[in-house]
């Protein structure tokens, strides 16, 4: 069985990963996190985390996966009963000086070598299985063929890779970009995410290469020449698992609710059943994102052209989704009670969609209030409850079709 690893970036959306599909969930505690924005996770949240551990059963690891300083360091033996309190099967690092804080005081948990590492050879991954890691999360930059390779010599050790989401422009990850043009390291876990601002160009020129002009692409006044496609790899399940990968990560912690239902969803029901898989795979489409690829797994070389990933063509126009909510509980009258996070108005087109029901579709419904009130809208953040003739579970997502266009 392949893991699928989904992003946790809160406590919603844990939730809603594990509901979608999950088999496991990586998470940040509020400190040592790569991803310093995404909400992650404090004392607070500690108790729901256990209660959503043992009734699911699911796996959770914990990214500690910045570049320590010092003081880092210093404050990490200091917190070391509050890190051990959590229900943790694994921690992803990727500062070596991090291993015998772990073996010492949480020799009961399994490491994971964070991508950032930039591990793609066998003899590294000898050495890291020397040191007591479990399992490698591999440099995006590592083909199929490279992959399987390894997975031959160290058959022991367990592999995982990135197979969809945002992709870095500098080597596995480790960019100092950021940190030079805002003062925002990512390394630190407060990525600015320069490599995807617009930028204007008037010439790029190599200087041996005179009169040669790099294609650049982008809009009527802006490039995104440092920006790098999306990682897609739905269409090629059975390739990742014949090279022997033991899990199926997807990126995103600072992406939506949505995004994680969307994402994860379509990657269980293509590993579960490819059959099913492009009732589901749409949703990939129409969700925000940039242009798919494949990335280096089927190729060495830069990322380029050769490699996109294609929409499918029953499916060839560009929309995008509003998200309006979640179904929070079902009452016994027939009304649900939705976490509203975009107004929603009578006469809208809802359409719903669960774990298991590609989509359901209203235009027809009524809005209560929290004083059983029949009302034509409700906004952001106010009580919500819907009636429709849709038969509609906890944890089902509520969107409508945008105007915004989303650009491949």
Same mark, same amino acid.
């Given at each position: 069985m392949i893991e699928l690893l989904s992003p946790a970036g809160n406590i919603e959306k844990l939730r809603t990963a594990i509901n979608y599909g999950a088999d496991a969930c990586y998470m940040g505690l509020s400190e040592f996190s790569l991803r310093a924005n995404a909400g992650n996770f404090s004392p607070e949240?500690?108790?729901? $985390?256990?209660?959503?551990?043992?009734?699911?059963?699911?796996? =959770?690891?914990?990214? #500690? !996966?910045? =570049?320590? *300083?010092?003081?880092?360091?210093?404050?990490?033996?200091?917190?070391?009963?509050?890190?051990?309190?959590?229900?943790?099967?694994?921690?992803?690092?990727?500062?070596?000086?991090? $291993?015998?804080?772990?073996?010492?005081?949480?020799?009961?948990?399994?490491?994971?070598?964070s991508t950032q590492a930039s591990c793609i050879n066998s003899s590294s991954v000898k050495a890291y299985?020397?040191?007591?890691f479990k399992r490698i999360i591999l440099g995006r930059e590592a083909s199929l063929d490279s992959i399987k390779r390894i997975k031959d010599k160290v058959p022991e050790m367990e592999l995982e890779c990135f197979v969809h989401g945002a992709m870095c422009m500098a080597y596995s990850g480790r960019c100092i970009l950021s940190a030079y043009l805002t003062g925002r390291s990512a390394n630190q876990g407060d990525c600015a995410h320069t490599c995807?601002? !617009?930028?204007? #160009?008037?010439?790029?020129?190599?200087?041996?290469?005179?009169?040669?002009? #790099?294609?650049?692409?982008?809009?009527?006044?802006?490039?995104?020449?440092?920006?790098?496609?999306?990682?897609? #790899?739905?269409?090629?399940?059975?390739?990742? *698992?014949?090279?022997?990968?033991d899990s199926l990560k997807i990126e995103g912690r600072m992406k939506s609710v949505y995004y994680v239902a969307i994402v994860t969803r379509a990657y269980r029901k293509a590993i579960d059943d490819d059959s099913e898989k492009n009732k589901y795979k749409r949703d990939l489409f129409d969700v925000s994102h940039r242009q798919y690829t494949t990335g280096f797994f089927f190729s060495s070389n830069a990322v380029d052209d050769s490699n996109d990933v294609s929409r499918p063509t029953e499916y060839g126009y560009e929309r995008a989704y509003m998200f309006l909510g979640t179904v929070k509980e079902v009452k016994d009258d027939g009304r649900y009670v939705v976490e509203v996070k975009n107004q929603i108005?009578?006469?809208?087109?809802?359409?719903?969609?669960?774990?298991?029901v590609p989509l359901l579709s209203d235009d027809s419904f009524s809005l209560f209030d929290k004083d059983g009130n029949e009302v034509e809208k409700i906004d952001h953040g106010h009580y919500l409850e819907l009636r429709t003739s849709c038969k509609l579970k906890e944890g089902y997502i509520l969107r409508k079709e945008s105007d915004v266009k989303i650009i491949n």
């Open positions: 949240e500690l108790e729901e $985390v256990r209660r959503i551990k043992r009734e699911s059963g699911k796996k =959770l690891y914990c990214a #500690m !996966n910045i =570049l320590f *300083k010092e003081d880092q360091i210093e404050k990490l033996y200091t917190m070391k009963d509050e890190i051990a309190s959590w229900p943790f099967d694994a921690f992803i690092i990727s500062d070596i000086g991090l $291993v015998d804080f772990f073996q010492k005081y949480l020799p009961d948990r399994d490491l994971h070598l299985r020397n040191m007591g995807r601002w !617009n930028y204007k #160009m008037y010439a790029l020129e190599e200087e041996e290469r005179k009169g040669q002009y #790099m294609p650049i692409e982008g809009g009527d006044d802006y490039t995104a020449i440092l920006s790098s496609k999306d990682l897609c #790899m739905i269409d090629h399940i059975d390739e990742l *698992k014949a090279a022997g990968l108005r009578k006469g809208d087109h809802l359409e719903f969609i669960g774990p298991d």
